[in-house]
């Protein structure tokens, strides 16, 4: 029987400590199963432990260059141990032992353990996005000393050291401190030739934080202007500014009043005479965006050139390369998704990123042949928006939709598929020009405007962004819809 081993960190959020840990355990050759992780200062009893032992040096034949992962893995850990969870350091040894032994894992996505942690990083990254957003400095005047701006906060996690550095390059001239009940942090600017430097200190109480002064009475009044009363939607303001951050937002204190006021000042602001402006917004040349006027489709291998060149809307000219359909002409079944996501742009192939694989299992598990399909995109180009070095998809609007649809209409016209499958809303309408909601009409045969069947059914990146806990019973109900199409997808 394997002996259990305990792992003392030193930090909550000690990622180095883990590595080496983890590295030197998988040297070793223990199994999750039999490794216990604590924190120092959060020791627990183990009740099943029994003389448990707790190393306090990793041996040296074990330290070393450790086993191979993607890189992906090692950005996820990084969030991930920032998360108040007790058991992320057990599920992240557990991801590494099973990324060791279970290579096919970097290319499950709805493994349970890896949804989780993902789960966890992205709780992560929007507790510390909120910490952003929602920290008050309140001013305190030193004797001959500069001014400190003191402010409290509440994480849900183990963020403060990590989010530091944005408050650190937003106000590097700035004496502030930042308090919250787990640690704190404060900010030294650079004087006398020498660098500005965070220190990091335990954790406050509230109390410990100035009252409200002259600045924030400013702040309220500032706030209480710029409130627009005609944009006011409750639900998704309490979406991105949750009730748990209001009692420590001193703005949170004026949206009751606000908000009933609403209506009255709407009405007032539509009374109001309109004002004209002042910019002149000039025209694009109506050539460029006709220029795949010109190009004459007769196969499919004209089309990419043409789309290429494609400027009817904005997304083309800030995408990689267009993302033409993939498979033969003819084929039986035609498989439509929305666009291109950050792989397919690189690569100019649709359905190759993470939504794509998990379409190639689900092909794979009815018994279909990818290369007899004609697979698609409702848009051509890729949409995104920038955040940091990421292109985070965008799902495009209606009106490039409707300018990329005379694309849909050549490949149509090219493959002459027998049938349709439609993966998603914005495919959906497309295909039938009407909208679609698809969990009502869900796995349904419906026809297009010549009367063609068309089977509505969720995009694959819909069940990528379900509850993880749910993942095995979604793609199961995703089969059943898909397999309806099983004739069309095998039919000589």
């Not at 992560?124 to 030193?142: P, S």
């Not at 710029?226 to 979406?239: G, Y």
């Not at 089309?303 to 904005?314: G, H, I, W």
């Not at 009367?451 to 095995?472: I, N």
Request: aromatic letters at 8%; one cysteine or more; a positive charge.
């Amino acid at each position: 029987m394997q002996s259990r081993r305990t792992i003392l960190l030193p930090g909550e959020t000690d990622f180095d400590a883990f590595r080496r840990h983890a590295r030197a355990l998988i040297a070793e050759g223990l199994p999750p199963e039999a490794v216990e992780w604590q924190v120092a200062g959060r020791q627990e009893g183990d009740l099943f432990g029994g003389g448990a032992e707790v190393p306090s040096e990793i041996p040296a034949a074990s330290q070393g260059k450790g086993p191979g992962v993607p890189p992906a893995f090692v950005v996820l850990c990084k969030s991930t141990i920032l998360h108040s969870d007790a058991g992320r350091f057990g599920l992240l040894y557990r991801l590494l032992w099973r990324l060791v032994h279970e290579p096919a894992l970097r290319h499950d996505p709805l493994d349970a353990d890896m949804l989780r942690a993902q789960l966890l990083g992205k709780a992560v990254r929007r507790d510390q996005h909120k910490m952003t957003a929602f920290v008050r400095f309140r001013t305190v005047t030193r004797p001959d000393q500069p001014d400190l701006h003191v402010a409290w906060f509440e994480p849900e996690h183990h963020i403060v050291e990590a989010t530091a550095p944005f408050f650190a390059r937003r106000f590097p001239n700035m004496h502030w401190a930042i308090l919250t009940p787990r640690r704190s942090v404060r900010w030294f600017p650079a004087e006398g030739g020498t660098a500005g430097r965070l220190e990091l200190a335990p954790g406050c109480r509230r109390e410990d934080a100035p009252p409200a002064d002259a600045g924030e009475q400013l702040w309220l009044t500032y706030y209480a202007n710029i409130f627009n009363p005609a944009r006011l939607k409750l639900s998704m303001m309490q979406k991105e500014m949750p009730r748990r951050y209001w009692h420590n937002l001193p703005e949170a204190a004026l949206i009751g009043e606000l908000a009933a006021q609403a209506m009255e000042r709407s009405g007032h602001m539509i009374e109001q005479p309109g004002t004209s402006t002042t910019r002149r917004i000039q025209r694009l040349p109506a050539a460029a965006s006709k220029v795949q006027a010109n190009i004459a489709i007769h196969r499919l291998d004209d089309l990419k050139p043409a789309m290429d060149r494609c400027r009817e809307c904005p997304i083309g000219q800030f995408a990689t390369q267009s993302v033409p359909g993939a498979g033969p002409a003819p084929a039986r079944l035609m498989v439509v998704g929305e666009q291109p996501g950050d792989h397919e742009d690189l690569r100019g192939q649709p359905f190759v990123g993470p939504a794509g694989r998990l379409f190639d299992r689900a092909v794979a598990e009815l018994g279909w042949q990818r290369e007899r399909l004609y697979v698609t995109n409702a848009v051509k180009h890729f949409k995104y928006e920038l955040r940091g070095k990421r292109r985070m998809h965008k799902t495009p609007g209606q009106l490039e939709v409707a300018a990329c649809h005379h694309w849909l209409e050549e490949e149509l016209r090219l493959v002459q598929p027998r049938a349709i499958l439609a993966l998603g809303a914005t495919a959906a309408r497309s295909v039938l020009g009407r909208p679609v909601a698809v969990t009502q009409e869900r796995g349904q045969w419906l026809s297009d405007a010549t009367g063609r069947p068309v089977l509505v059914t969720l995009h694959p990146s819909a069940l990528l962004r379900a509850d993880p806990q749910q993942g095995e019973a979604n793609f199961a109900l995703w089969l059943d819809d898909l397999r309806q199409a099983t004739e069309h997808a095998l039919g000589d």
